[in-house]
C-alpha cells in the first residue's frame, strides 16, 4: 500500500510506501526539494496512519473495504475552501 504525495513547493508528485512511513516519517520529505511538515506532525501522521492500520485489521474479520482520501477534499471541520472558509461536509463522498 503506498500513498501519493504531492509538494506544494516544486510541484513533485511521489508514492511513500505506508509500511516505511510506519518506520520512519521522514520517509515524507519531498525527494525532489526535502520539503516536510515539522518534526511533531509528522510523528502525529506517522501515529494515526498506525492506528487506521490497526483498525482497519480488526474489522478486517468482518469486511473488506478500499479507502481513498484526498486532502483536498477533507469533510467537515478539516476542509477549507479557497477563502479559509469551512467546506461542507458531503454525506455521498
Do not use: Q
Not at 511521489?14 to 515539522?38: F, G, M, Q, S, W
Not at 498506525?50 to 483536498?72: A, P, V
Amino acid at each position: 500500500m503506498k500513498i501519493e504525495f504531492h509538494c506544494t513547493a516544486c510541484e513533485a508528485t511521489y508514492e511513500v510506501r505506508i509500511a516505511a512511513i510506519l518506520r520512519d516519517a521522514t520517509k515524507v520529505n519531498c525527494p525532489e526539494c526535502d520539503e516536510h511538515p515539522d518534526e511533531s506532525t509528522l510523528e502525529t501522521f506517522r501515529e494515526h496512519l498506525e492506528g487506521l492500520c490497526e483498525t482497519m485489521s480488526e474489522l478486517n474479520d468482518n469486511m473488506r473495504f478500499t479507502l481513498e482520501i484526498d486532502s483536498e477534499h477533507l469533510p467537515g471541520p478539516f476542509g477549507h475552501d479557497e477563502d479559509g472558509g469551512e467546506i461542507e461536509a458531503n454525506e455521498d463522498e
